[in-house]
């Protein structure tokens, strides 16, 4: 079976936290590619299982993983044709696995949280995600995501951020 067919198998029929999935991903940098396709794909819980593998695959990989993240983050502007919201789940995973290679964006995620409503609960909860692992990168944010914070589903997500950065 070719990789492309046996990744996109293993996102919609395995178990999430899959760990032959895991360990295929860290194996295989070139699965970096394939399952970033599948950040859009119809099916959330392809999409949800694709961005868990990224977080592992670019912890596995930094030099690839930073790659990635300079690909979503450009998916999240205005000039990007794309529509970045389904590259966010998988830069929280990243965050939460590697979130050294994540701070350095988080400024810029901030800022596209407090002026873009339809990325605003996904960037939050991408920021929570991270601030489990790492919540002294986020400590500096969190004012400015408290300003963007709105809807209940969003306050829900700054509270979640908020308990991590007590414990």
């Known amino acids: 079976?070719?990789?492309?067919?046996?990744?996109?198998?293993?996102?919609?029929?395995?178990?999430?936290?899959?760990?032959?999935?895991?360990?295929?991903?860290?194996?295989?940098?070139?699965?970096?590619?394939?399952?970033?396709?599948?950040?859009?794909?119809?099916?959330?819980?392809?999409?949800?299982?694709?961005?868990?593998?990224?977080?592992?695959?670019a912890a596995a990989h930094p030099a690839l993983g930073l790659e990635l993240i300079r690909r979503l983050m450009w998916a999240l502007n205005d000039e990007s044709v794309t529509h970045g919201v389904y590259g966010i789940p998988a830069l929280g995973e990243i965050g939460r696995r590697a979130p050294d290679l994540l701070a350095p964006f988080l400024g810029a995620m901030a800022m596209a949280a407090r002026d873009d409503a339809g990325l605003r609960l996904a960037l939050l909860q991408a920021f929570a995600a991270m601030a489990e692992s790492a919540p002294a990168a986020v400590a500096p944010h969190l004012e400015s995501l408290r300003r963007a914070a709105e809807r209940a589903e969003e306050i829900a997500a700054l509270r979640a951020i908020e308990r991590c950065l007590e414990e």
Request: aromatic share 4%; glycine share 6%; net charge positive.
């Open 1 to 57: 079976m070719r990789l492309k067919e046996e990744i996109r198998q293993r996102l919609a029929q395995g178990e999430d936290e899959d760990e032959q999935l895991r360990q295929r991903v860290i194996g295989e940098p070139r699965c970096i590619r394939l399952l970033q396709a599948r950040l859009w794909d119809v099916d959330a819980t392809v999409r949800r299982r694709a961005a868990w593998a990224l977080g592992h695959a």
